[in-house]
DNA sequence: GTAACCGGTTACCTTTAGTTAACCGATAAA
DNA sequence: TTTATCGGTTAACTAAAGGTAACCGGTTAC
């Protein structure tokens, strides 16, 4: 059994995983964009052909949520030797872990609409 | 084996899923509330007791707050005979349903320090 | 009558998230 | 030399989320 103390740090902990998590998966692209790539998980993700496939997106919000997804391991870019220049992108090993988070906010979302109607 | 039209529906409701999950359970503070109910479930939870308990959130905030928990079934608001009024707020068993999610985001954001460190 | 408690609401402001459109350098094709 | 493609960046804007502080009606205790 855990004392006060312990308790109170271990809420705290949790409190901040949340924080994290929305941060880095939360907003309106990045789980969007996750998926995608996962989809096509053998293509050649380049650029353009993302933001192509991706209704909606931006070039602008599309660069900077990869950028940000790139910093958190979550994909890898790479710039390819082609003319001109494309530059590849691809979701990681460690970036297939969002995919539970995925799935239970899929499943939440689904069930509430049956909940509420 | 779905056709391209099913897998594009599937996929848009899926979409849509997440965009509810988020928009009902993302944010600052709607977990931190239901966390709070949930920890303090044998208690009466009056709007100025749970003010008190939850660090940093104004009248405003959980006030506004509350009112989207209970429109999404996820909380009941009930005005107590007392002298003078108080309203005291609980967790719904529809509500419960909302820890899975909250685990996975746990769960992935604990993770995810480790590994980015 | 005045002060205090409860459960809010209102108005105003700041910060963050996201959109739109123009622009950029490097490269290559016509 | 003009035009197009790729992978962005920049500036300027709007929209949404959240914070702050003052205020409110109803009630009770002093």
Request: charged share 25%; with cysteine; hydrophobic share 40%.
């Amino acid at each position: 059994m855990q004392n006060i103390e312990e308790q109170y740090v271990s809420c705290e902990r949790e409190l901040a995983a949340i924080r994290d998590s929305l941060e880095i998966l939360g907003g309106k692209w990045k789980l969007r964009i996750m998926r995608h790539l996962n989809n096509h998980i053998n293509e050649n993700n380049t650029f353009k052909k993302i933001q192509r496939e991706i209704d909606g997106i931006s070039a602008k919000m599309l660069s900077k949520e990869l950028q940000e997804l790139e910093i958190n391991l979550l994909v890898t870019r790479k710039v390819m030797d082609t003319r001109p220049v494309t530059v590849s992108y691809a979701i990681t090993q460690y970036g297939l872990s969002v995919f539970p988070v995925n799935e239970s906010l899929v499943k939440w979302g689904l069930n509430h609409r049956e909940q509420i109607k």
